[in-house]
């Protein structure tokens, strides 16, 4: 069973910046699509960013031209690049597939962006 390890995450002032990655046991964002996806405290979890076999993206509309999501195939990895950071970016962040697989959620990565 193929396992996904988030890191990266931390403190960071509102601005910032942070790139977060994934690192899957075994090949599977270059053969289905991964995606990244945050829970802030007291909310459910939700898609912040995809990307597609084929590399393309789509984004949650409040982090579009903030946030940049790609793939290392060769390293089995997915990142999401964070940028302009917001105080409501705060949340742990977490990959899988889209759509999910219950086998695959990991620990996540907290996220926290102070003012």
């Known amino acids: 069973q193929v396992q996904l390890v988030e890191s990266g995450g931390g403190l960071v002032q509102a601005g910032g910046s942070l790139r977060l990655s994934c690192a899957a046991s075994g090949r599977i964002f270059g053969v289905k699509t991964g995606a990244w996806y945050r829970q802030a405290l007291g909310k459910q979890r939700e898609l912040v960013a995809t990307i597609h076999v084929g590399g393309g993206a789509l984004y949650v509309d409040s982090v579009k031209g903030r946030f940049t999501i790609s793939r290392d195939d060769a390293k089995n990895t997915v990142y999401l690049q964070m940028n302009s950071l917001k105080l409501e970016d705060t949340g742990v962040y977490y990959c899988?597939?889209?759509?999910?697989?219950?086998?695959?959620w990991g620990q996540g990565t907290q996220v926290t962006v102070s003012s």
């Open positions: 899988n597939l889209n759509p999910p697989s219950e086998l695959l």
